[in-house]
């Protein structure tokens, strides 16, 4: 077979080597195209030189395109998987900072409240041009594969917007399907779910192992588990207040909703330190620049060490790769997919971008009807969803006060902040990150001017109720192991002895 697969912002060291091991693990693509684009060159040129020596190890004869010419690795394209983070680690810096001074506590501020809102304005901007960028040059039947976040908001706008068909992948459903698993004390392949709802606020509506349903069950398993019940509480709490287990992490589900993290003093009765993932403030701000920080310096031992085996044993879980298999061969793939609501799920929006069951195979990527989901369930997917829309049109047509009625809607920043001071931050974040907001420059010198005016509100200096230290590299050479998993992994919560802090 012989196709061509484009990989935008492939300077990701976390999310590319992984995505192109799983693709080339299926025999069928040993001949395919593979192009790579980011606009760091620096980054670009380590992560290419080191797949491209996994590809050589691998007896493949393979050569990656790589250039910062986004249209050329575009050009001819059938499938792209996009992995960028508009801004990089100084924007997503502000995304937790600036919050953290009117009170607004994130773990991760990536997907929802302030700093997801604001990682969704300048991702979007971007989003639309690559989407014209598709439609110029790439294949007509193409396909973009979006891991980047806030999944859920980009993949709307492409869809909207873009002109570009888009399917929205995390490994979410997958994380939550292993601890399930666990708690019953059973293989991850001996229980099979059907999750609903949207982008990190999915419900696992129906478990079942042997054709025995496990969902009643589930929270006496949770509440009894060693590890769980010690780091999992909010969404053990929400198990037992909604009936239904969420997908994402303890630290992501607290910053979704208004009851964990509004009041600074009880934080800590919800979250674990162990993990960034379980509640860290800005934990995943922390192990990315820790993983970037280690991966700029060893980067030359990296190169030393054994390359990656494709082989379908060696394959992880990320649905990208199965999908274009599905696709290619016709061989059948059942996965979760976050795709243009349009009644799969019958009591949240047709506009909607919500994750759901779905197969790809020969005949396409088919999604089954969901029908409805519990009220509980779909009452907290409705709150958000009516914070994306916002700020997916904010985003669109540079509309600041659509912006700022997000960040009013937003269930944690409401239950924080009053409307002067959700005013006021915003104009800080649209000051901060002005030079990835484009579509906000009249926005943007006013906001600035009411800062410069002075007779500002106070603000505080303020940490959060659990801020850890970046460790420095000398400290991560203490444990290589776990400096290289961190910096490797997509999904820096898979390994929970990766993300720990020492």
């Known amino acids: 077979m012989s196709f061509k697969v484009t990989f935008i912002g492939a300077g990701s060291i976390g999310f590319t080597r992984g995505l192109l091991r799983d693709l080339l693990s299926v025999p069928e693509f040993a001949g395919i195209e593979v192009a790579f684009t980011d606009i760091n060159r620096h980054n670009l040129d380590m992560v290419t030189d080191l797949c491209q020596r996994d590809i050589d190890e691998n007896g493949l004869s393979i050569r990656i395109q790589a250039t910062t010419d986004r249209r050329e690795a575009l050009r001819g394209a059938k499938y792209v998987l996009c992995t960028i983070r508009v801004g990089g680690l100084e924007a997503f810096a502000t995304d937790v900072d600036i919050p953290l001074k009117y009170g607004v506590d994130q773990c991760v501020g990536d997907t929802l ?23 110029e040059v790439a294949d007509k039947d193409v396909l973009l594969l979006n891991y980047a976040n806030p999944m859920a908001m980009l993949t709307w706008a492409c869809n909207r917007y873009g002109g570009v068909r888009t399917i929205g992948l995390c490994h979410g459903v997958q994380h939550g399907h292993r601890q399930i698993a666990e708690a019953y004390g059973l293989k991850q392949t001996e229980v099979d779910i059907i999750c609903a709802g949207i982008n990190h606020q999915t419900w696992y509506v129906q478990i079942r192992h042997n054709g025995e349903d496990l969902t009643q069950g589930l929270l006496e398993a949770f509440e009894n588990h060693p590890e769980f019940s010690r780091t999992e509480k909010v969404r053990i709490d929400m198990l037992r207040r909604f009936g239904y287990y969420s997908t994402e992490s303890n630290g992501h589900l607290s910053e979704y909703v208004p009851w964990y993290r509004k009041r600074p003093n009880e934080i800590k009765e919800w979250i674990d330190l162990g993990s960034w993932i379980n509640g860290e403030t800005g934990g995943y701000l922390r192990v990315c620049t820790e993983g970037r920080n280690w991966f700029e310096t060893d980067f030359p ?50 506009d909607a971008i919500v994750e759901a069951p779905g197969y790809a195979d020969g005949n396409g990527i088919s999604m089954p009807l ?74 943007i010198a006013a906001a600035k001017e009411r800062l410069a005016a002075g007779n500002l509100i106070p603000t505080r200096s303020y940490e959060g109720a659990a801020r850890l230290k970046v460790k420095t590299v000398e400290e991560m050479r203490q444990d290589r192991d776990a400096a290289n998993r961190n910096a490797a992994e997509a999904d820096k919560g898979k390994d929970r002895a990766a993300a720990a802090q020492s």
Not at 116 to 126: D, H, L, N, T
Request: hydrophobic share 45%.
């Open 113 to 135: 409240c302030a700093g997801g809102i604001m990682y969704g304005q300048r991702g979007i901007a971007v989003m639309l041009d690559i989407c014209k960028d598709i439609r």
């Open 301 to 350: 031992n990296w190169m030393k060490e054994p390359a990656m085996t494709y082989a379908p044993e060696n394959r992880g879980q990320e649905h990208g790769s199965y999908i274009i298999e599905g696709l290619e061969t016709g061989r059948v793939y059942r996965g979760h997919f976050n795709v243009v609501n349009n009644g799969v799920i019958a009591n949240l929006p047709d």
């Open 370 to 443: 969901v029908g409805e989901l519990p009220l509980g369930p779909a009452a907290v997917c409705n709150a958000s969803i009516s914070v994306q829309r916002l700020a997916v049109e904010a985003a669109v047509h540079g509309d600041d006060r659509l912006l700022r009625q997000a960040f009013m809607m937003d269930p944690l920043v409401g239950a924080v902040c009053n409307p002067k001071e959700i005013w006021q931050m915003v104009d800080e974040m649209l000051a901060a990150q002005e030079q990835w907001l484009p579509q906000y420059g009249a926005a």
